[in-house]
């Protein structure tokens, strides 16, 4: 199938005081359409970054220093301001993570919403209102017709990020980047946005690009799975592979320290470190430092993407032949087993 | 596929064994914590604006102080036979600069025709009683800094201890001193002062209090807010847990973290009182003459500026550098000290 | 509703209490006055002055008077003019008051509009080049004295130009026009600065965001989700801008000759005419104790965010 995006060795970095940022170093990933990819890392990894430079909507400071964007084959990073605002919203739409601050405080609910649909349409005002009032009910705002009216204050925070997708969806895009929708919810209303960026994705056949720190989300949601650290996607896979047989020790790192009902608290695990600044990064793998299993080889060179399997890859020097065999930690192993026996229990109730 | 092997290829076999945990050391050392006035004093200077009104209002300041050595007459001196003499730069022939004027559509040489010696310059002229407009300035400035600085102080004072008092005790004593404010803020300002200006003898002392009267007002809205805000930060409540005085915690705790605030403020209400003593004097009721300041001579001035307009333009000039200097060098400070201030 | 009711009913207590202090503060400084306010008072034997002092009433008691001339007050009796043959005060202002307004609002209303528009262009292009000019210009509006202006628009456009008259009421709205830019100058400077600070933070803030990720252009968004949130705090500086405004008047309108309120203030101060200081004073207090009220509610009405604190 033709992959509806794709991020062909994209540079970006930011020009600050303290000298020059390289906030995403050459990273590469397709999606397909009616899939959902999660891009999962720690705070200032580059995952907003790339989002940001797909819907171009980087701060004056940045500067695109390679790669493309190819959506459905045409570069939106050669893309004039103009079409790109066609783009924007009409094409690709985002959901930002804070949905206390992402409605405009003294303008209606509903005509935020409308504001969108006319934007990407030609249609009569009545129209546009009807089909926000339409939207509202499909993102599950009852007595919709009433709340069109309501300011953002009279919507609790759950309420207000399914407005802000709401508006997302307004002019039906192909791809839907949501940049940690439910970070800033609480738990029950994680799960039931989840539940309704799920079932309009089913509805619609979007593509979602999902941000997020946690690993916990993802599993629920994602179809494949891109790691990021210090700017660079180091594991990518289906959700499966990278969940459990992770090969990246960064990623054993992120799962282990993930609690799980199995897992006794005590012993719950964190990545030694803190993630290096990426002001003039040192050559090598950035991740060495913080890493248990690095090799001299880490210093040399940064490990390339080794592929695992057809749709695995994963960027540490363990893959090469020439590495010695190291066991990742317990718990990933584990998982592992759990899941190559249920795999076989389900092969063998087939 | 390739890059993988061109990778691989900068590697030696010998390198896939374990990092040697070097580690600490590649620690990066931080850089030396910076003092509250040394980061402020490095923020500042990026701004260039108020680095050179800086500078510009140490010159004014000092020249003004500097009145009695600097000023090549008495103030008050007057030389009937030379009045209204223009402007006379040595060493400059420029019209408006070399002494002459344009009178009835001809250039005539005042300064000849006054009988004024060879030599004798007057750099800002000479006004309707002959007296030296470049001393006049001098003295005038002098005059109308101290009424600002005195005033800027008294409000700074009367503001910290009135707002603080009030965000310290809080309950109703808190609201009767809001209430206080809320009325008093009512008054039309400068009514006021003129009002109380006929009343009072005209001088730098009436001025000033007619000025404080109503101008510590904002500055004690802030103090309190301010104080409000930081009395229930955790800090304040530990220091209160640990037993220190209301009085402790409003001089040690509150008030050095409200100071970068009250400084703006402060240096925002020095522009703001000379405009009122300007004002004030033009309007006839500030300053009474023969004393100088810059609202007397631009009052002097307005009256003959359209037979001498140098005699009004050079005090409005004057007024107009050290008031945008002021401003300036408040919103430079401002962008330091108290980025979200929007007033 | 209970609510509001008790909250405009304080108000206008606080109101009528300020109204009533600045009176009684007015009447007792006009009454320490030195001097008389009688013309060619030096001439006038002790006899003439016992007469004048009786005609006018000024030979009761202190309080006497005082609660006199509350009284007066109520009933929009604000007494006779010394100065001008025994006129009453309230037909004299009555007379002069409309230039005042006039040229108020249209010093508000171009002052605003403009100093608007080049908070918006600052913002826009913050810290660029644009940006310094719009704040310089905004700077130098505050730091330069409306009477300053004024002398120099006068000297330029009326004195050396020839365009506009020098002064006076006489030329319909040709006269308004260099009096309304001196006065606008101030509320320009003041709109310009604060609308700058307000669409900066506006401008980078989450929804702005989702508005580009709307697919809006920049002009559009500023326009509209910037100017909207903008817009509804700089009522609060009306009230602030509306002073500014009559003490520059009372300069500005002297310097322009034009017959209103206060010229007609710095003519009383300067010849002690107690009844009409005391009246434009008092008239000055109550302009600007409801314009404070005014914007008060105004933005409590049109800013949804704290209409919903206020029905809480």
Redesign the interface.
Same mark, same amino acid.
């Not at chain 2, 076999?13 to 040697?20: L, Q």
């Given at each position: 199938m033709e992959p509806i995006l794709q991020v062909n060795h994209l540079s970006v970095s930011f020009d600050t005081y303290a000298g020059k940022v390289e906030a995403v170093r050459d990273i590469s990933f397709n999606l397909q359409p009616g899939e959902t990819l999660a891009l999962v890392g720690e705070s200032g990894c580059g995952k907003s970054v790339t989002c940001r430079t797909i819907m171009r909507l980087l701060a004056r400071n940045a500067n695109i220093d390679q790669g493309s964007v190819l959506f459905r084959g045409d570069d939106l990073l050669k893309k004039s301001n103009r079409e790109m605002r066609a783009i924007r919203g009409g094409k690709i739409a985002m959901i930002f993570q804070d949905p206390m601050t992402s409605l405009d405080p003294t303008m209606q609910i509903g005509r935020q919403i409308a504001e969108a649909v006319t934007l990407h349409s030609r249609v009569s005002r009545r129209d546009a209102k009807k089909r926000a009032v339409q939207l509202l009910h499909q993102v599950g705002i009852e007595n919709p017709e009433k709340r069109y009216r309501q300011y953002p204050h009279e919507f609790s925070g759950g309420q207000r990020q399914r407005i802000v997708i709401a508006i997302a969806l307004a002019a039906n895009p192909d791809i839907l980047i949501a940049d940690e929708p439910t970070t800033a919810l609480d738990v029950t209303m994680q799960a039931q946005i989840l539940d309704l960026i799920k079932e309009i994705q089913k509805a619609t056949g979007t593509s979602v690009i999902f941000i997020t720190h946690d690993l916990g989300v993802v599993a629920n949601v994602a179809d494949r799975v891109a790691v990021m650290y210090a700017g660079r996607i180091i594991e990518i896979g289906t959700a499966d592979e990278v969940f459990y047989d992770p090969r990246h020790p960064y990623t054993w790192g992120l799962l282990a320290s993930m609690p799980t009902l199995a897992t006794d608290s005590e012993t719950l695990y964190a990545i030694p470190g803190t993630p290096p600044t990426l002001i003039h990064p040192a050559p090598g793998d950035a991740f060495a430092p913080r890493n248990a299993y690095a090799l001299e080889a880490d210093r040399i060179a940064d490990p390339p993407l080794f592929p695992v399997s057809a749709t695995h890859l994963a960027a540490t020097w363990l893959l090469d032949p020439r590495a010695p065999q190291v066991q990742p930690p317990e718990s990933i192993r584990l998982r592992a087993e759990e899941y190559r026996q249920k795999q076989s229990a389900k092969g063998a109730s087939l | 596929m390739r !890059? %993988?092997e061109q990778?691989?290829a900068?590697?030696p !076999?010998?390198?896939?064994?374990?990092?040697?945990p070097d580690?600490q050391e590649?620690e990066p050392e931080l850089p030396r914590a910076l003092s509250f006035l040394e980061d402020s004093w490095r923020k500042l200077r990026k701004n260039k604006a108020a680095v050179v009104t800086m500078i510009l209002l140490v010159i004014i300041t000092a020249l003004a102080f500097l009145a009695p050595v600097l000023s090549p007459f008495d103030p008050n001196e007057q030389h009937l036979a030379w009045k209204n003499l223009p402007p006379k730069w040595p060493g400059v022939n420029m019209n408006g600069l070399n002494g002459t004027s344009t009178f009835r559509g001809r250039l005539v040489d005042n300064y000849a025709l006054a009988k004024v010696p060879e030599g004798q310059y007057f750099l800002f002229g000479t006004d309707e009683f002959g007296r030296d407009l470049l001393s006049r300035c001098l003295w005038g400035t002098r005059i109308s800094l101290t009424i600002a600085f005195i005033a800027a102080l008294l409000d700074l004072t009367i503001g910290i201890f009135y707002g603080l008092f009030s965000a310290m005790k809080g309950g109703r004593c808190d609201t009767i001193m809001q209430?206080i404010l809320?009325?008093l @803020?009512? %008054?039309? @300002?400068?009514?006021?002062v003129? $009002? #109380?200006l $006929?009343?009072f003898e005209p001088g730098i002392t009436s001025i000033i209090l007619a000025m404080v009267i109503s101008s510590w007002i904002p500055m004690a809205r802030v103090v309190r807010a301010e104080g409000l805000k930081l009395k229930s930060m955790e800090y304040v409540l530990s220091a209160r847990a640990l037993g220190a005085s209301e009085l402790k915690i409003a001089l040690s705790h509150i008030l050095p973290n409200i100071s970068g605030i009250v400084i703006v403020r402060a240096m925002f209400s020095i522009?703001t009182a000379i405009?009122f003593e300007?004002?004030l004097s033009?309007?006839?009721?500030g300053m009474k003459i023969p004393n100088a300041s810059i609202g007397t001579l $631009?009052n002097g001035g307005?009256k003959v500026?359209?037979l001498y307009?140098y005699q #009004?333009f050079i005090p409005?000039i004057i007024?107009?550098v050290i #008031? $945008?200097s002021?401003?300036?060098f408040a !919103?430079g400070l401002r962008d330091v000290f108290d980025p979200k201030m929007?007033? | 509703m209970k609510r509001w009711t008790k909250y405009i009913g304080t108000r206008l207590f606080y109101m009528a209490l300020t109204l009533f202090i600045i009176t009684s503060a007015t009447f007792f400084l006009m009454n320490a006055l030195p001097g008389t306010p009688y013309n060619n008072q030096d001439r006038l034997t002790q006899v003439q002055l016992d007469m004048l002092n009786k005609k006018y009433g000024f030979d009761q008691p202190l309080m006497q008077r005082y609660v006199n001339y509350l009284g007066n007050v109520l009933h929009g009796d604000f007494g006779v003019s010394l100065q001008f043959s025994d006129q009453p005060v309230a037909t004299l202002l009555g007379q002069r008051i409309g230039p005042s307004i006039q040229l108020g609002l249209q010093a508000v209303a171009f002052g605003t509009v403009i100093g608007v528009f080049l908070g918006v262009i600052a913002a826009m292009h913050q810290n660029r080049a644009l940006d310094v000019f719009c704040s310089l210009f905004a700077i130098t509006g505050r730091s330069v004295p409306n009477f300053v202006v004024a002398v120099l628009l006068q000297f330029i456009f009326a004195v050396t130009l020839k365009w506009l008259p020098i002064g006076l009421w006489d030329e319909g709205f040709r006269s308004t026009i260099l009096p309304t830019l001196a006065l606008s100058i101030s509320p320009m400077a003041e709109s310009c600065r604060f609308i700058r600070t307000e669409m900066v933070e506006v401008l980078s803030s989450d929804y702005i965001e989702l508005a580009r990720a709307k697919g809006m252009s920049e002009i559009r968004i500023a326009f509209t989700h910037g100017l909207r949130n903008g817009l509804i705090p700089l009522i609060t500086v009306l009230g602030p801008m509306t002073v500014s405004l009559m003490t520059g008047s009372l300069v500005v309108e002297n310097i322009f000759a034009i017959p209103g309120i206060g010229e007609q203030f710095t003519k009383s101060i300067l010849s002690n005419d107690y009844y009409t200081i005391m009246a434009v004073t008092i008239l000055f207090s109550a302009l600007l104790v409801s314009v404070i009220f005014l914007t008060d509610i105004l933005y409590q009405i049109i800013d949804p965010r704290v209409r919903i604190e206020g029905a809480k």
């Open positions: - | !890059d %993988i990778k691989r900068l590697i !076999d010998s390198a896939f064994r374990p990092w040697e580690r590649a209430r809320e009325i @803020s009512g %008054i039309p @300002s400068l009514v006021l003129v $009002l #109380m $006929l009343v522009p405009f300007t004002f033009f309007l006839g009721v $631009l307005y500026f359209k307009p #009004m409005a007024l107009c #008031m $945008l002021f401003n300036l !919103d929007k007033e | -």
